[in-house]
Nanobody, 123 residues
Framework: VQLQASGGGLVQAGGSLRLSCAASGRMFSTYVMAWFRQAPGKEYEFVGAISLGGGSTAYADSVKGRFTISRDNARNTVTLQMNSLKPEDTAVYYC?????????????????WGQGTQVTVSS
């Protein structure tokens, strides 16, 4: 599966952004999907993941209550709605896919990665 992330940009603290990840290829609905991020000079950080059908999600504590992951298997897309953004959310955001079923939070568990999209939150 090939992944293409989009929707990044510059936003003021407290604002919102919506990232999208479009998948090509078959069997999108058979992959657990996730978002990771990498801030300058830092390691990759798990943001959240969503199950095959979208019924289960997992989030990093740092974004819980502010970010929401959803997916549309008919359109082969996964989205990350980001609200109440903070300057510390500034990073390059990546979507990723893995085989079922666990909502893994480790970068090494994911087999497919999209290119990143930059999110910058100004204070």
């Amino acid at each position: 599966v090939q992944l293409q992330a989009s929707g990044g940009g510059l936003v003021q603290a407290g604002g919102s952004l919506r990232l999208s990840c479009a998948a090509s290829g078959r069997m999108f609905s058979t992959y657990v999907m996730a978002w990771f991020r990498q801030a300058p000079g830092k390691e990759y950080e798990f943001v959240g993941a969503i199950s095959l059908g979208g019924g289960s999600t997992a989030y990093a504590d740092s974004v819980k209550g502010r970010f929401t992951i959803s997916r549309d298997n008919a359109r082969n897309t996964v989205t990350l709605q980001m609200n109440s953004l903070k300057p510390e959310d500034t990073a390059v955001y990546y979507c990723a896919a893995k085989k079922p079923y666990s909502l893994g939070s480790s970068r090494g568990e994911y087999d497919y990665w999209g290119q990143g999209t930059q999110v910058t939150v100004s204070s």
